[in-house]
């Protein structure tokens, strides 16, 4: 039985997914198997992966049904005991694998195992994530304050994390949610089990592909249930502060398209501090709104990058 399963939900990512495969093949590691769930592609995904003769490779095909459900097929068929996820257009450095396996060994027991990542925001421009000041850039480790160093950028990103399977047999991916399935998995882990993270930068997640305005308005997605959490936000500051930052970014998003009601429903959730300028977004008029989120993507796509929820 190989030692690690890699699971790749695939929907058209013709594109790009030649790249991301041998993105893998390469690792150094190489006790693992691919998993490849084709999830109703139209393009030539599918022949693209069958290009490929690595017999590690076992590709399955469901109808479309959305990236949780393809993740949670490809658990239902993993034979390894740690699983990694990759999405079709991330690229692993070829010591991915061999960095995640050795921490998996040195701190057995966690919940996850995250590797360091840098963030393509467009065609030229890549920047490298920090947590710091809570996580230093050397340290490698059962992480102290798994949320309170996600507060800028996630530790828990999906194509930089491995979780054993004996944890995903009792947790796994909501497909009852249509955007956040990532964030609520790995939020009800960490709540329970520690996490690990690498002191390498084994991992380029492409933000860039996700720099327009969403085809599905936030208004029609199915987001997660935040307040589930209510009873552990009450003995978790940084779990609250946390997840008060996803409840701010959507009531903002709501703003966008004009539905201040649910807006408001966010915001009465919140009590953390809301930066200043967070503020005056969400006393901005909609159309307003919408004109510098699309100048925001603009500027995203020549290499300048900024949040406002900080």
């Known amino acids: 039985m190989p030692k690690i399963s890699v699971i790749i939900p695939l929907y058209n990512k013709g594109f790009v997914v030649s790249k991301t495969l041998e993105s893998v093949i390469n ?39 959305g990236a949780a459900a393809a993740r949670n097929l490809g658990i239902e068929k993993a034979r390894g005991e740690l699983i990694a996820f990759l999405d079709a257009d991330d690229i692993w450095e070829a010591n991915h694998l061999e960095e995640l396996f050795q921490l998996y060994t040195d701190f057995p027991g ?3 195992y995250c590797s360091r990542y840098t963030m393509k925001i467009s065609n030229n421009k890549t920047i490298t994530i920090n947590y710091l000041p809570e996580l230093i850039n050397d340290f490698r480790g059962i992480v102290i304050d798994y949320f309170k160093a996600s507060l800028h950028y996630r530790i828990g990103l999906t ?3 491995s979780i054993p399977k004996s944890i995903l047999n009792k947790y796994n991916f909501n497909t009852d949610v249509s955007s956040g399935q990532d ?5 009800k882990i960490a709540i329970h089990f520690p996490v690990a993270i690498t ?3 084994t ?18 997605k199915k987001l997660l249930d935040l307040n ?6 009450e003995k978790n500051k940084s779990l609250k502060e946390f997840l008060d930052l996803y409840r701010v970014e959507y009531a903002v998003n709501f ?32 159309l307003v709104l919408r004109v510098l989120l699309k100048l925001k993507h603009w500027l995203r796509s020549k290499g300048i990058d900024f949040s406002i929820y900080h």
Request: aromatic residues 10%; glycine residues 2%.
């Open 27 to 65: 690792q150094t590691f190489i006790d693992f198997e691919i998993i490849i769930v084709n999830d109703g592609s139209t393009d030539d995904s599918v022949l693209i992966v069958e290009h490929f003769k690595d017999e590690r490779i076992l590709l399955f095909h469901q109808k479309n049904k």
């Open 110 to 112: 966690c919940g996850m």
């Open 159 to 161: 194509s930089a994390v």
């Open 183 to 187: 964030l609520e998995l790995f939020t």
């Open 199 to 201: 002191n390498r930068m």
């Open 203 to 220: 991992m380029q997640y492409d933000f860039s592909s996700n720099n327009h305005l969403s085809k599905t308005p936030i208004t029609k």
């Open 228 to 233: 589930q959490f209510r009873l552990d936000e």
């Open 255 to 286: 703003r966008v398209f004009g539905d201040i009601k649910t807006s408001d429903r966010y915001l009465q959730n919140v009590t953390s501090v809301i930066p200043w300028k967070t503020k005056i977004l969400l006393k901005t008029p909609p």
